[in-house]
């Protein structure tokens, strides 16, 4: 298998534009995680998917940002409108069970600029 | 909430050093605990796991035991190499708690 796949690997945006980062997750896993990497605040789980469902999103910052996984195989994390502080590295895992036993296998990551 | 605290770091030692990583949590019941590791340019990948009190995680001459008596599941390994360099992460199983990672250097 190829392992978690993230696109772009590398976005540089204007604010106010909108950005939408995308990931097939391995194929077989339930789960399905976004991520956001920072220096200041280190990595903070944004919202995760099993069976294509969002169970919890209490850690998406606000409403510009928006996620949906529209089958088992793709998921997007958009951001409408981006600004400046939404720059970090995103990134994608998936499980093939729950958050409580089960090794996450991670995306190489998607570094987002917003100028 | 469940929470993970890991020693600040950066952590810079000579090679063929022994290494430790602190991490303590709270949790409510006895979620998995496990340990990240991720290397320049790349996404975290799993280094170890350990799923009950007393179990000990091992991978690439890396070890953890879960010790619930002391809520610890400090990370050691014997002689350090120059790969090794690298952040290394806590995590909480259950609700995904992620420690804010330690960065280790290995000088050769």
């Known amino acids: 298998d190829a392992g978690v796949i993230q696109s772009p690997r590398h976005e540089v945006t204007e604010m106010g534009q909108e950005v939408t980062l995308r990931c097939k997750p391995i194929?077989?896993?339930?789960?399905l995680f976004w991520y956001r990497q920072t220096m200041m605040r280190g990595l903070e789980l944004l919202i995760y998917?099993?069976?294509?469902?969002?169970?919890?999103d209490s850690g998406m910052p606000e409403d510009r940002f928006s996620a949906k996984m529209p089958n088992a195989s793709f998921s997007t994390l958009k951001i409408q409108p981006s600004e400046p502080r939404d720059s970090a590295v995103y990134f994608c895992a998936s499980s093939l069970r729950g958050p409580s036993y089960n090794e996450q296998f991670f995306g190489p990551g998607t570094r987002l600029t917003v100028l | 909430g469940d929470s993970v605290t890991q020693m600040e770091g950066p952590v810079t030692l000579s090679e063929e050093a022994f290494l430790t990583i602190n991490c303590t949590y709270t949790?409510?019941?006895?979620?998995?605990l496990f340990w990240y590791v991720q290397y320049p340019g790349e996404g975290l990948q799993l280094l170890l796991k350990?799923?009950?009190?007393?179990d000990k995680g091992s991978n690439k001459g890396f070890e953890a035991t879960y010790r619930k008596e002391t809520t610890s599941f400090h990370l050691e390994k014997g002689s350090v190499q120059v790969s090794d360099s690298a952040v290394y992460f806590c995590a909480l199983g259950g609700q995904l708690t992620f420690g804010s990672g330690t960065q280790l250097t290995v000088l050769p």
């Open positions: 194929s077989g896993h339930d789960y």
């Open positions: 949790a409510t019941g006895y979620p998995s």
């Open positions: 998917f099993n069976n294509n469902v969002p169970i919890d």
């Open positions: 350990a799923t009950k009190a007393d």
